[in-house]
T-cell receptor, first 114, second 116 residues
Framework: GNSVTQMEGPVTLSEEAFLTINCTYT??????LFWYVQYPGEGLQLLLK?????DKGSNKGFEATYRKETTSFHLEKGSVQVSDSAVYFC?????????????FGAGTRLFVKA | GAGVSQSPRYKVAKRGQDVALRCDPI?????LFWYQQALGQGPEFLTY????????KSGLPSDRFFAERPEGSVSTLKIQRTQQEDSAVYLC??????????????FGSGTQLSVL
C-alpha cells in the first residue's frame, strides 16, 4: 500500500540556518505530494504541493521538488526564522475507491532558536 | 463560518462510555474526512465521505467506531464503549470536490479525546 516516511525529529536550528526535512514515499499510482504544517495550538494547514514528477512546490520561502526517480519530496528552506517553529508533515494523495485518500508521515518537529 | 469547525474541543470519557464528535465542514465542500492523531504521530485515515456517501471506511479501527453524514454536510463520528487506546485527537477535514488528487484538505482544530 501507499506510505510516507519522513525524518524523525526534533530538528533544532539557529535562526538563518538552512533547513532540510527528508521525505520519501511509496505509491502504486501517480500521487500528488504535499507538505502540511501545524503551528503550536493551530490545525494543520497546507504549506505547498506538487502534482507531477519534476514539479516544484513553493511557499513562504519553503520549496520541495517531486522526484519520481528517488520517490522523494524533501522540504528545504534557505534561512529559517523563529516563526517557522512547528511540526511539518509530508503527505501523499492518490485515487482510491472513487475518491482520494491523503496519507501522512509521522511529522517532524522543528525548533528554531533566536 | 469560514473554516472547518469541530466540537467539542476537549472530551473526557470514562472507559465504556459512548461519545459523539461533531464536524461542520466548509459550506459547499463535497468531501469530508476523519483522521485519528495519536500523540507525536501523523494523522491516520479513518473514513471518507463524498456528500452523504461513505466511500471508504477502511481505517476505522473496530466496529465500535461509526461515522455518518446523513445530509451531506455535518458529520458525526461516534465511538461506542470507549477504551483507553481510543485516546487521541480526532481531526476532521474537508475538500472542495474530492475528485482530484491535487486538492488540498482544510482541517479543523480537532477534538482531543481522553478516556480514563
Amino acid at each position: 500500500g501507499n506510505s510516507v516516511t519522513q525524518m524523525e525529529g526534533p530538528v533544532t536550528l539557529s535562526e538563518e540556518a538552512f533547513l532540510t526535512i527528508n521525505c520519501t514515499y511509496t505509491a502504486t499510482g501517480y500521487p500528488s505530494l504535499f507538505w502540511y504544517v501545524q503551528y503550536p495550538g493551530e490545525g494543520l494547514q497546507l504549506l505547498l504541493k506538487a502534482t507531477k514528477a519534476d514539479d516544484k512546490g513553493s511557499n513562504k520561502g519553503f520549496e520541495a521538488t517531486y522526484r519520481k526517480e528517488t520517490t522523494s519530496f524533501h522540504l528545504e528552506k534557505g534561512s529559517v526564522q523563529v516563526s517557522d517553529s512547528a511540526v511539518y508533515f509530508c503527505a501523499l494523495s492518490d485515487r482510491n475507491t472513487g475518491g482520494f485518500k491523503t496519507i501522512f508521515g509521522a511529522g517532524t518537529r522543528l525548533f528554531v532558536k533566536a | 463560518g469560514a473554516g472547518v469547525s469541530q466540537s467539542p474541543r476537549y472530551k473526557v470519557a470514562k472507559r465504556g462510555q459512548d461519545v459523539a464528535l461533531r464536524c461542520d465542514p466548509i459550506s459547499g465542500h463535497v468531501s469530508l474526512f476523519w483522521y485519528q492523531q495519536a500523540l507525536g504521530q501523523g494523522p491516520e485515515f479513518l473514513t471518507y465521505f463524498q456528500n452523504e456517501a461513505q466511500l471508504d471506511k477502511s481505517g476505522l479501527p473496530s466496529d465500535r467506531f461509526f461515522a455518518e453524514r446523513p445530509e451531506g454536510s455535518v458529520s458525526t463520528l461516534k465511538i461506542q464503549r470507549t477504551q483507553q487506546e481510543d485516546s487521541a485527537v480526532y481531526l476532521c477535514a474537508s475538500s472542495l470536490t474530492g475528485g482530484w488528487t491535487n486538492e488540498k484538505l482544510f482541517f479543523g482544530s480537532g477534538t482531543q479525546l481522553s478516556v480514563l
